[in-house]
């Protein structure tokens, strides 16, 4: 495994303060053609023409962080996700059930806890962020998961991504550069009973061959480039969503598909800001 990379807490606060401003996003993360958020209240009647779907699920939500906070998230899913004012809402059921299920306080740090539901990322340390949860959600949407899916992803970070794919996909496989943010969402993901997921790690840029190919794959940090042996484990029919640019200037969300011939096709959705990839991406 390459070393990690520790951003100075200067630079770790620089970049936060520039994701808010910019609209960033995450593992840092927000769509950047948004404006500073101030969604519109959501009306009673609005709310009303969201309909509850009741998704099987893997892991048995016997943690009691599951029943927590359910009115919060509950309201983070209407107002930021499947009601977006200024970008593309989420409209797949599923995804939305998932997110409201996924507890987000608990992939956060404790001091930040109060804030799990904003419309914003957050700090999880070591110069990374818990994604923006409309980018989570968007994401996971342009992957179209089922129970099928075996999913890989690039970049634990503080699971929570994994979780959210966890609930729709038959398997995740993630990849975390940073020793202690891979150990210590290893060990949050297993405490909540996410039986479906497992974590490494190493470099992702490689990805995880002996365990592909990958029906979706989903890159939660910044690449000049797509890494080859992402779209080599891309199995044919398979999608691959990646943000595409340098830390510092414009990026692009892209969702490049293989066919069932082999062949690629990519298109950019949205602009994005993400902390950068690092390891072999940055060679």
Request: charged share 25%; hydrophobic share 40%.
């Amino acid at each position: 495994m390459k070393s990690m990379k520790i951003w100075p807490a200067a630079m770790e606060l620089a970049l936060l303060l520039g994701l808010l401003v910019a609209g960033g996003c995450g593992r840092g993360d927000q769509a950047s053609k948004q404006p500073p958020p101030r969604e519109p209240e959501t009306t009673p009647d609005v709310q009303a023409k969201i309909p509850e779907v009741v998704v099987k699920v893997r892991p048995s939500h016997e943690h009691a962080a599951f029943r927590e906070r359910v009115a919060e998230r509950t309201a983070m899913v209407s107002k930021q996700i499947a009601q977006r004012a200024f970008a593309q809402p989420v409209k797949d059921q599923k995804v939305l059930e998932a997110m409201r299920m996924v507890p987000r306080h608990v992939f956060v740090p404790q001091r930040y806890q109060g804030q799990a539901y904003a419309d914003r990322p957050l700090q999880i340390g070591y110069g990374q962020t818990i994604s923006q949860p409309y980018i989570v959600g968007y994401m996971t949407e342009l992957l179209e998961l089922d129970e099928e899916s075996k999913v890989l992803e690039i970049g634990t970070g503080s699971g929570y991504q994994a979780a959210v794919a966890a609930e729709l996909a038959g398997r995740v496989y993630s990849i975390e550069i940073i020793k202690a943010l891979g150990e210590s969402g290893r060990r949050r993901l297993k405490e909540l009973g996410y039986k479906n997921v497992q974590v490494k790690v190493a470099d992702g840029y490689y990805g995880w061959p002996e365990k592909g190919p990958f029906e979706a794959i989903i890159v939660t940090a910044a690449s000049s480039h797509i890494p080859g042996p992402l779209i080599e484990q891309l199995k044919p029919g398979g999608r691959l969503v990646i943000p595409l640019g340098s830390a510092w200037r414009a990026q692009e969300l892209v969702l490049l598909s293989k066919g069932a011939d082999g062949t690629i096709t990519s298109r950019g959705v949205m602009g994005v800001r993400f902390v950068p990839m690092v390891g072999k991406a940055q060679e």
